[in-house]
């Protein structure tokens, strides 16, 4: 596999809400380790994985602008995460132990305790066309959880460079 293009909705469900969060948008991938993340609704967001470096822009008065904030850094290693996964690389990460599960679930465990306290796991759960993910949902507590659904994944499409350099 070269490169991913899929739609993906994301729902953040927490006890405190009385329905959870939904977020929708799309998700570019390039081999080796090219990522473009962007949120499309309700707010217009864009991370950017290229060459090693993420970029954050976020929506401030109708426009996207770099977010150098202190928590780009976190979202690095979530990037960096997930190109590892649409590598194919569900154990390259010292920091999960991984095991597949019935049904073509992968079951990701933080080995570090304080690490768990952050999220107690991620599972993956495949397609059944090959190299697809169908869902991932990260569970932070007993009553939090993120799932993000993907649908109309093309996969080996060409993608021109400037998307994982530019947000327009």
Do not use: C
């Not at 991370?47 to 109708?62: A, E, S, Y």
């Not at 991932?136 to 998307?163: C, G, M, P, W, Y």
């Amino acid at each position: 596999m070269t490169s991913v293009r899929a739609g993906f909705t994301q729902e953040k469900h927490m006890k405190i809400l009385a329905r959870p969060l939904v977020s929708k948008g799309i998700l570019l991938f390039q081999g080796p380790d090219s990522l473009r993340w962007e949120y499309q609704q309700p707010v217009q967001s864009v991370l950017l994985l290229h060459n090693g470096k993420t970029r954050r822009f976020v929506q401030k008065n109708g426009n996207l602008v770099e977010d150098a904030s202190a928590n780009l850094q976190s979202m690095q290693v979530v990037v960096q995460e997930i190109t590892q996964w649409l590598n194919g690389r569900f154990d390259d990460n010292p920091a999960f132990a991984a095991r597949l599960e019935p049904g073509r679930k992968i079951v990701m465990v933080p080995r570090d305790e304080s690490f768990a306290r952050l999220i107690q796991r991620i599972e993956v759960l495949l397609s059944d066309r090959p190299a697809v993910i169908k869902s991932v949902t990260i569970f932070e507590s007993e009553d939090s959880f993120t799932k993000l659904d993907f649908k109309d994944v093309i996969l080996n499409q060409k993608l021109d460079d400037a998307l994982f350099r530019k947000v327009k």
